[in-house]
Each structure stands twice: as C-alpha cells, then as structure tokens.
C-alpha cells in the first residue's frame, strides 16, 4: 500500500509526465539530427547511403564568414535592443501598482498582457493595415496635409531594428510585466509603513523600497536576456521580411531556416543550428558565473 505521500508525489508525477514527453520529443531527440553535419544529407536516399564529408560542413562557416559576420551583426543589433528594454516592464509595473482603482488596474493589466497571445502573423496583419503606404496612419497624414515618405516605416531600411524593437516591446511588456508584479506583492509591507511613518511620499516609496526590491528580479531577467544573445526567433522576422529591410532583417534564427529550407542545404543548416546552441550554452554558463560572482547565487 503506498502512503498518502507517495500517493501525492505519483499524482504529480503522472501530472507532469506529458509535458516531460513534450520536452525530450522535441528539444531532445532532435538532437540525434546533429549527425547529420558530417554527412551531405540528401532526404533521397538513406542513411547508410549518404556521403561522409567529416568536418567539410564547418569549414563553410569560414568560406562564408562574410555573410556570416552580416548575419551576426543583425542577431546581435537585435538582441542589444531589446536587452535596453528590459526596463519597461518593471516601470510599467511600478506605475500600474500606484493605480489605486482595481478595476481599471486589472483593465490596464488585461489590455497589455494580451498582446502576449496575439501571434506574430496578426501581429503583421495589424502592422501593414495601420503602417502601410496606404494603412491608416500615412492616410491620416495625408488627410492632414502633411507628406508623407515614398516608402513606409515596413519597408524603411533604416529604422527596420527599432520597428521591430518597438513591436516586440509592446507585444512581450505586459506579460513580463506579471513577474515584477509579483514581486513586488512580495515585498514586506512593513517597510512601507515604516517608510510612510518617516514621512516617505508616494514616489519617495517607488524610490527607496519598491524599485530597490524589485533589483534582483531586473537582474536576473537581464541576465537571462544576455544569454540569449543569439536567440531572437523566427516568427516575428519571417512575417516582415521583405526585400526592403531583407538585410537587415537577416537575424540568425531567420537564416538558418533560409539555408535549411529555402536552398536546402540541411547539413550546412544543421551546423548553425549546432553551433548557435553551443554558444549559447556557453553564454548561460557564462552569465551563471556571472550571477554567481555578483549575488552570490546560481540563476540555473
């Protein structure tokens, strides 16, 4: 018979059983595909009929380390934004939790958390209705008299990183926004009493016991945020890619689909896909380190 605790711990188990199933289907076994780097992957034949070409597949990293450097250049611009937005979400919360009406506290916090759900396809959809040559915001210029650019800020190639910067602000703010509104429902309430009592104002508060509280949690979601460097997603670039903003657009995730699907060179594709991981489990380490010497804790 087993006990009332095992009882709990197997019905926990059995809980989480389908999203471990998830995790090694899909971040684990594919992982057996990185042989296929050190073959010339033909999806034709099998594998035993496949050519062994070693390490010829990471050699054309550095035949092609000019597109590569472009490429890196755009990951890491992108990545380098929206760590400089990593502050957002804690003023927005800091602002949201002096709203003293619950009702439109909790509105405020539905409107700006349900970006967080929109795909990046509508997200687009909504983007080219309202910034378009002819979407609703150039059309209001022209209504008011004022000219307007040839080309819209979709298709500016200059101000393509901070578009992008700005919708993946105002589509991720409000749901990261969730976690520094815990934590500060986390902070003792008796420093603001305390606080209150030695005369503290409303933004003397926010000054000296919310936003100081609010510190580690900022930390280690910047630090988070730092190591994932390489990793900017492919949705939101795939949706507005067009041959404008194309090379600035160019981000790693983006290209690496570009080698694997649209010239199907999968083994080339497979060695990025490798070589982006190892790096990037490099940088968690290395930002785990860092964590380690700063605060004295482990952020893994």
């Known amino acids: 018979m087993l006990s009332k605790r095992n009882k709990i711990g197997w019905t926990y188990f059995l809980v989480a059983m389908p999203f471990m199933i ?12 990185w042989v296929y780097s050190f073959y010339n ?17 990471f050699v054309k990293i550095f035949h092609e380390r000019s597109e590569i450097f472009r490429v890196l250049k ?12 990593t502050p957002l979400p804690m003023i927005a919360a800091v602002m949201i939790n002096e709203i003293k ?41 022209r209504n008011l008299h004022i000219d307007v650019p040839v080309i819209g800020i979709m298709g500016n190639n200059g101000a393509a990183w901070f578009f992008q910067a700005g919708l993946y602000a105002w589509k991720t703010i409000g749901w990261t926004m969730i976690i520094y509104m815990a934590a ?33 949690t900022l930390f280690v979601l910047l630090l988070l945020q730092i190591s994932n460097l390489l990793n900017n997603g492919l949705d939101q670039f795939f949706v507005f890619y067009n041959p404008l903003v194309a090379d600035k657009l160019d981000v790693l995730d983006y290209y690496i689909y570009k080698v694997g ?20 489990i490099a940088l968690l380490f290395a930002v785990n380190y860092l964590s380690k010497k700063t605060k004295g804790e482990s952020i893994l």
Do not use: C
């Open 22 to 33: 998830y995790v090694i289907a899909f971040y684990f076994v594919p992982l057996f595909g």
């Open 41 to 57: 992957y033909n999806p034709a034949l099998s594998f035993s009929q496949l050519k062994f070409v070693g390490f010829d597949n």
């Open 74 to 85: 755009n990951t890491l611009a992108m990545s380098f934004l929206m760590i400089l937005i």
């Open 101 to 141: 009406h619950n009702k439109f506290k909790r509105f405020i916090q539905t409107v700006t958390t349900l970006p967080n759900f929109i795909s990046w396809i509508v997200v687009f959809a909504l983007s080219f209705a309202i910034f378009s040559n002819e979407g609703l915001y150039y059309t209001l210029l």
């Open 184 to 216: 500060i429902a986390g902070i003792d309430s008796e420093q603001y009493e305390a606080a209150r009592i030695d005369g503290a104002d409303k933004f003397g508060l926010m000054r000296h016991i919310t936003i100081p509280g609010l510190g580690p």
């Open 261 to 280: 699907w649209g010239v199907s060179d999968y083994s080339y594709a497979t060695v990025l896909g490798m070589v982006k991981s190892l790096l990037g």
